[in-house]
């Protein structure tokens, strides 16, 4: 009589729990907002491509804690025509000035909001930046990265990349700041 008293209440239980798993497991369809955190490039770039899939576009992203990052996603697009994501990542300035440019060839648009550094697991810090394609590419975009230890420097090269029709769009500082400047593709000063 214990033992199937014991059974049977190990039953309930599992029964119970494996029902509460299944609820919190299942995405509510209203679900506003959707949070990815990870410390893998590689699979943080899965994961956007995934969530997108959905109709979700990105928010904000943002360093964590030591090596993590995290990005908030907004269902705003569409399943039909979802924005696609490219996650760059480097910790070369030249790299990522030659990534970005490529990305915008290919009709993506930086994500200032996305600008992060990132703690590695072994030594430097990398620069991570998502861009952004929307379902229809109205207008291209360049960019030019300036990056600098030495603040009056900074501005010197700021200057002279507004002369040329470029606008600040986000910065990043990681022992050195970097400014991101962007301008519409054949546009004039």
Do not use: W
Not at 9 to 33: G, H, M, R
Not at 85 to 111: H, P, S, V
Not at 162 to 173: D, H, L, P, R, Y
């Amino acid at each position: 009589m214990k033992n199937k008293f014991v059974f049977l209440l190990a039953s309930l239980i599992f029964c119970c729990s494996s029902n509460v798993f299944a609820q919190t497991s299942k995405e509510p369809a209203d679900q506003k907002y959707k949070l990815l955190a990870t410390t893998k490039t590689s699979t943080m770039q899965k994961e956007m491509d995934e969530v997108s899939a959905q109709g979700y576009r990105i928010l904000v992203g943002s360093p964590t804690s030591g090596s993590e990052m995290a990005v908030f996603l907004s269902r705003e697009g569409t399943v039909e025509a979802p924005f696609k994501y490219k996650l760059l990542a480097t910790t070369r300035t030249g790299t990522m000035q030659k990534e970005l440019n490529e990305a915008a060839e290919g009709g993506f648009r930086l994500i200032p909001s996305t600008m992060i550094a990132k703690a590695q697991l072994l030594g430097s810090v990398e620069i991570v930046m998502i861009m952004e394609r929307p379902p229809q590419v109205s207008k291209q975009y360049e960019y030019k990265l300036l990056a600098t230890s030495r603040t009056s420097t900074l501005q010197k090269e700021v200057t002279e990349a507004q002369t040329a029709g470029f606008v600040i769009v986000g910065m990043v500082s990681r022992g050195e700041h970097m400014v991101v400047m962007e301008k519409e593709k054949n546009s004039t000063p």
